[in-house]
């Protein structure tokens, strides 16, 4: 089915450990971006991309880092992952920035 | 700075009774306004959007929300809730130029009683 997928679903890491988070969209869309929800936070920007090659920051980009190599992935990385980084993660994508996303089903990872 | 604010953190209504939801946002300009719906565990899924043209704007599952630029508000209504409109809300802001993103409020997490 046409749409955003992220992988892993789930993840534990150990405190100091990277991982990195695949988003995939196969809509062609410009526009991808990586949010991370707390609870009684909403979704906070961490990064996001307005097309191949390109990335920019977001409210909350300290301890990641994102490439998008190509149009339809977008990588989120955690090179030392902390407790603080336990959260759940979705990304979005779009055509342009106007008409609303389309998100990814989450990752929810813990660090321990 | 622009943002969204959601004033209530959780509602409670009876099955059947209305609801009303409240949004407001500080924005330079005319924003792209969104209402989405978060089941536990689930994704976002988008419930209604404004971008210009009549006010009254009607989503998915019944759902209908207003904008009203002199409040600067866009709060989402249902006449008839039903116990399956449990989950949490979010309304959204978007920008009118390319190259920034959605910006969300915090949510509301409305509870259906029987």
């Known amino acids: 089915n046409a749409g955003v997928t992220q992988t892993p679903k789930f993840r534990v890491l150990k405190t100091g450990q990277s991982m990195t988070l695949l988003c995939a969209q196969d809509m062609n869309h410009e526009y991808m971006y990586w949010y991370r929800q707390d609870p009684g936070m909403g979704l906070r920007l961490i990064h996001y991309s307005v097309g191949e090659g390109t990335t920019a920051k977001g409210e909350v980009p300290d301890g990641y880092n994102v490439s998008r190599l190509k149009k339809q992935n977008f990588l989120l990385g955690l090179e030392s992952a902390a407790p603080s980084q336990t959260s759940v993660y979705f990304c979005?994508?779009?055509?342009?920035?106007?008409?609303?996303?389309?998100f990814g089903s989450g990752t929810r990872l813990t660090v321990v | 700075a622009q943002s969204v604010t959601q004033p209530d953190i959780h509602i409670t209504v009876s099955e059947g009774a209305s609801l009303e939801l409240r949004c407001n946002y500080s924005?330079?300009?005319?924003?792209?306004l969104f209402w989405y719906v978060q089941s536990p565990g689930q994704g976002l899924q988008l419930l209604l959007k404004y971008f210009s043209g009549d006010t009254l704007v009607q989503g998915i599952k019944g759902f209908e929300a207003e904008f009203k630029r002199s409040q600067s508000s866009f709060n989402l209504r249902k006449p008839s809730v039903h116990w399956s409109d449990a989950a949490e809300y979010f309304c959204a802001v978007g920008p009118n130029q390319a190259g920034t993103a959605l910006i969300f409020g915090k949510g509301t997490t409305l509870s259906v009683s029987s």
């Open positions: 979005a994508s779009s055509y342009l920035t106007g008409p609303g996303y389309t």
């Open positions: 924005y330079g300009a005319t924003p792209y």
